[in-house]
C-alpha cells in the first residue's frame, strides 16, 4: 500500500466536509477503488435538508445518464451472444423509427448517429404517476416532433438522448424482454448488485434522497420553461427542493443506486476478466470510435474518453432534476471513482479532477 495513501484520504475527506459545510452542495457519497477493495469513502451531508435525513452510503439517487454506460454494456451483451450486430440498422430492431435504414447500432452507441438531442429536462414524470405511465407514447410522441436526423449518420459525434432512447427498444426487440428486466437480469444480478443498490426504481423513499437545484442559478430562473411545475417543491436554505420523479426512458436515464452500486460494475470493468463480458466484448466496451472518415471520436462503446495530467480515462457523467454525477475508471492505474451528489449545479468534473488525483501517481 502506497505509505502516502493516509495522509491523502484525509485531505480528501476535509475537501469533501468543506464542501458539504459551505453549503456547496447537500449532499454527496465518494468512492473510489481497486479490482478488489474499497480505498476511501465518504457519505457526507443531507439527503433531505428539510428532514435533518443524513446522507448515507445505503442512500439511493437518480444516475440520470450515468445509465447510458449500462446500457451500452445490455447491447454489447446482446453483440456477445450474437442477437445484435453492431452495425444492424437501427431498422431491423424499431420498425417505427423515423430515420431511415442509414442509422446503425454502433452509431447509436457511440453518439454518432446525427439523431436530434432536444433539451430532455422535461421528459420526466412525477413518482407518483410512474406506475401509471406509457413510454411508447412519450417515446412516439418525440420520435414524431424529432423525425429528421440532423446530419447524415456516421459522420460526426454529437450527444443524443434519444439515440439511447431507442438503443432500450433495440435491446428489447433482440432479448424478447422489458428493458429494464434485462438489464437486471444480465448486467446487474451477474455483479451481485442489489435492486437497492443499483436499478430502475425507488425502493424505499426514507432511503431515497430530495434532489436539490442552487437557488441562485440560472436554472432555477428559467426553471419554468424546463421543469414541470408538479416537480418543483419550496426552499430549503440555499437550495430548491425538486420532487422524486422518473426519467421517461430508462435506457437514457432511468437508474437509481449508489455510488456502492456503481463501484460493483466499475471493480468489473478493472478485473483482468468480466463477469458479464467475454475478453473481446470487455475490449470493445473501451475502443474508440471513429467517424466513418476516419476521424477519431473521445467515445467508446459506452464511455467518454478525459485526460486528467496526461493520465487516460474512461467517464460518463449523469446530471438533471436535483442530482448530478460522474463515474471514471483509469484502467492503465488499476483504479475508478464515482460520486453521486443531489445538487444539479454541482461540478462533479473539477470534483473528480482534485480528488482523483490523490489517489493517482
Known amino acids: 500500500m502506497d505509505e502516502r495513501l493516509p495522509d491523502r484520504t484525509e485531505r480528501v475527506r476535509a475537501y469533501l466536509s468543506a464542501l458539504v459545510a459551505q453549503s456547496k452542495v447537500p449532499g454527496i457519497q465518494y468512492l473510489v477503488m481497486d479490482s478488489t477493495r474499497t480505498l476511501f469513502e465518504y457519505d457526507g451531508g443531507w439527503a433531505d435538508i428539510r428532514g435533518h435525513v443524513p446522507m448515507e452510503s445505503s442512500t439511493t439517487m437518480m444516475a440520470y445518464s450515468m445509465s447510458k454506460t449500462i446500457t451500452a454494456a445490455a447491447v454489447l451483451r446482446l453483440v456477445e451472444a450474437r442477437r445484435i450486430g453492431l452495425d444492424d440498422p437501427l431498422d431491423r430492431y424499431v420498425a417505427s423509427s423515423p430515420y431511415g435504414p442509414s442509422v446503425t447500432v454502433r452509431q447509436l452507441v457511440s453518439h454518432t448517429s446525427g439523431i436530434p ?16 405511465f406509457d ?19 456516421g459522420t460526426k459525434y454529437a450527444y443524443s438522448n434519444m439515440g439511447y432512447w431507442l438503443l432500450g427498444r433495440v435491446v428489447e426487440s433482440a432479448s424478447g424482454e422489458a428493458f429494464t428486466s434485462y438489464v437486471t437480469e444480465h448486467v446487474l444480478s451477474p455483479l451481485g448488485i442489489s435492486p437497492q443498490e443499483l436499478g430502475f426504481a425507488i425502493l424505499d423513499s426514507a432511503h431515497h434522497a430530495a434532489g436539490y437545484l442552487e437557488k ?15 416537480l418543483v417543491g419550496g426552499y430549503e436554505g440555499p437550495w ?22 456503481f463501484g460493483t460494475f466499475l471493480q468489473d470493468q ?9 475478453d473481446t466484448t470487455r475490449a470493445l466496451f473501451f475502443e474508440p470510435q471513429r467517424t466513418a472518415q476516419g476521424r477519431d471520436v473521445l467515445m467508446t462503446l459506452g464511455w467518454h474518453i478525459g485526460d486528467l495530467g496526461g493520465m487516460r ?6 446530471g438533471g432534476g436535483g442530482f448530478h454525477n460522474m463515474m471514471r475508471v483509469y484502467p492503465a492505474y488499476g483504479l475508478a471513482t464515482v460520486v453521486i451528489t443531489n445538487a444539479t449545479g454541482f461540478n462533479v468534473n473539477r470534483c473528480l479532477n482534485t480528488l482523483d488525483r490523490q489517489f493517482l501517481p
Open 117 to 132: 438531442n432536444p433539451i430532455p429536462l422535461r421528459w420526466v414524470h412525477a413518482a407518483a404517476r410512474h406506475a401509471a
Open 135 to 153: 413510454e411508447n407514447a412519450a417515446l412516439a410522441a418525440v420520435l414524431r416532433e424529432y423525425h429528421e436526423l440532423r446530419f447524415p449518420p
Open 216 to 230: 441562485y442559478s440560472l436554472l432555477n430562473l428559467v426553471k419554468g420553461f424546463l421543469i414541470d411545475s408538479e
Open 240 to 261: 430548491l427542493r425538486i420532487r422524486s420523479h422518473y426519467p421517461n426512458g430508462p435506457a437514457f436515464g432511468g437508474l437509481v443506486g449508489t455510488a456502492r452500486g
Open 270 to 278: 478493472l478485473r483482468q476478466h468480466s463477469a458479464i463480458f467475454n
Open 313 to 318: 480515462f474512461f467517464y460518463k457523467e449523469g
